[in-house]
């Protein structure tokens, strides 16, 4: 067992078949569904650097398993300006099965990980949209970002080495990870464990070419930060 973990929350478009989003499919392949090209991505830079993965299995339309358990838009009706109708008819009773059946076991799963081999550096592997539908007139220029909340140990290294390898690096940006930052706050920062979040722009990672020559340059990058937290 690796004691580098990747986690990818969003890496799967997949709505199973017995739940209806009543919207059409086309958004299924837009980032609202899915981090555009982390699947991918994250294969190969486990395969590239030894890392265990684990990746999100369902699309965050169904649920959103980067939120906490009681967030609002933890089953989200709409999301960058598009209505989500089969989620805003979601039942109580619907949402806790919902719940039940995705974001519990999905998270039990991560921490009987980091329980059975505590690892020393865990990657989460994410990708953004170059501009929102909601506020096209706002660029996102960064090729990547790294989100943080309060331990940025790992942060610190990670964009010192990003911005050293000529890449365009947001600190804390597009998102902030003060904000957004579920799935490292309850099973990194609550272990005390360090993390390197990452935010791969979208467009950048679309495509095989593209992914292979982003496994090209966070490969070494990762390495470099997991280096700095050998015992």
Known sequence: MSDLLLIAD??????PGDIDLDIDPVLLNQHM??????????????????????????????????????????IPTESDGFSIPGNALLTAEGRHARIEHFWRPYHAGIARRI??????LIVSLHSFTPRLSTRPQ????????????????AAIVGI???????????????????????????????NGIAYLGLEVRQDLIGDDAGVAQWGDRLAPVIARVADSFRS
């Open 33 to 74: 569904a899915i981090d555009i090209g982390v699947a991918p991505l994250g294969r190969l830079l486990c395969e590239r650097l030894g890392m265990d993965g684990i990746f999100g299995p369902v699309s965050r339309l169904v649920i959103d398993l980067n939120r906490e358990e009681d967030a609002a838009g933890l």
């Open 10 to 15: 969003h890496a799967s478009n997949h709505v």
């Open 115 to 120: 329980a059975d081999a505590r690892p020393r």
């Open 138 to 153: 706002e660029q996102r220029p960064w090729q990547v970002g790294v989100l943080y909340n309060q331990d940025d140990r």
């Open 160 to 190: 010192a080495a990003l911005r050293a390898a000529g890449i365009e690096t947001g600190d804390n940006e597009p998102y902030s990870g003060k904000v957004l930052n579920a799935t490292m706050n309850l099973h990194a920062e609550a």
